[in-house]
């Protein structure tokens, strides 16, 4: 079955940077779309970015210019590069595939 694993999150100041992970099994990952998804406190499901199998890339405004997903087909990954970090960014960060089904998560928390 499909199995997600994030990892990389950890607290850091406005400003900083922070590399997540997301390690796949269970499906023929290159074949896939994967999407990076994130949850503030208090609030909804908020997409964040998707690369598509091809490679091509897409991101919300609110981290347009800021953050940079890739995959790596051989180790069956998907990164999300966080830089610029806001407070606003806080959130638990999920990878997930198209049925929607996520990782456990993986906490950022941007503070001074």
């Known amino acids: 079955q499909v199995q997600l694993v994030e990892s990389g999150g950890g607290s850091v100041q406005p400003g900083g940077s922070l590399r997540l992970s997301c390690a796949a099994s269970?499906?023929?990952?290159?074949?896939?779309?994967m999407t990076w998804v994130r949850q503030a406190p208090g609030k909804g499901l908020e997409w964040v970015s998707t690369?598509?199998?091809?490679?091509?890339?897409s991101y919300a405004d609110s981290v347009k210019g800021r953050f940079t997903i890739s995959r790596d087909n051989a180790k069956s990954t998907v990164y999300l590069q966080m830089n610029s970090l806001k407070p606003e960014d806080t959130a638990v960060y999920y990878c997930?595939?198209?049925?929607?089904?996520r990782g456990q998560g993986t906490q950022v928390t941007v503070s001074s």
């Open positions: 269970g499906f023929t990952f290159r074949n896939y779309h």
């Open positions: 690369i598509k199998s091809v490679g091509t890339t």
């Open positions: 997930a595939v198209p049925s929607g089904v």
